[in-house]
C-alpha cells in the first residue's frame, strides 16, 4: 500500500470513528429527552391522579366529618337518656308494685267472677219475685 492509502484509510477508519460516536453521543441525547420527555409526562399524570385523589379524598374526609360530628350528637343523647334511666333499686321497686297491682287485678277478677256466679243465681229467683203481682201494704 502506498502511502496516501495508508492515510486515506486512517481517515476513513476516523471518520468512522467520529460518525459512530455523533450517532452515539445522537443516540445518548435521544434517549435522555426522550427519557427526560417520559418521564415529565409520567410526573404530570402521577400529579393531575394525585390531585385527583386528593380531591376525593377530601371529600370522604368531610363525609367522615359529618359522621363523627354525627355520631358525637348521638352519643351525647344517649348519655342524656342513661342519666334519665331509673336505677336497678327503682326498677326493683317499680316491678314489686307491678306484682303487687297484678296479684290485686286477679284477686279483683276472682271477685268479679263470684259476683257474676252470685247474680246469675239470684237473678231467675229475682225475675219471679218481681214478675208476680204482691199486695202491697197502704198506708
Not at 252470685?118 to 197502704?138: G, M, S, Y
Request: no cysteine; aromatic share 6%; net charge positive.
Amino acid at each position: 500500500m502506498n502511502e496516501w492509502g495508508t492515510i486515506g484509510a486512517a481517515l476513513r477508519d476516523w471518520i468512522t470513528v467520529i460518525a459512530m460516536m455523533a450517532a452515539a453521543m445522537g443516540a445518548y441525547f435521544g434517549l435522555r429527552f426522550a427519557t427526560r420527555r417520559a418521564l415529565e409526562d409520567a410526573m404530570d399524570r402521577a400529579a393531575a391522579d394525585n390531585r385527583d385523589l386528593e380531591g376525593r379524598l377530601s371529600a370522604r374526609h368531610g363525609r367522615l366529618e359529618e359522621r363523627v360530628v354525627a355520631l358525637e350528637r348521638a352519643t351525647d343523647r344517649l348519655a342524656a337518656q342513661l342519666k334519665e334511666l331509673p336505677t336497678r333499686r327503682e326498677w326493683h321497686e317499680v316491678s314489686t308494685q307491678i306484682a303487687e297491682v297484678r296479684g290485686e287485678l286477679k284477686a279483683t277478677a276472682t271477685a268479679i267472677e263470684g259476683l257474676r256466679g252470685l247474680i246469675a243465681r239470684v237473678e231467675q229467683p229475682l225475675a219471679q219475685f218481681l214478675a208476680t203481682p204482691h199486695d202491697r201494704p197502704r198506708r
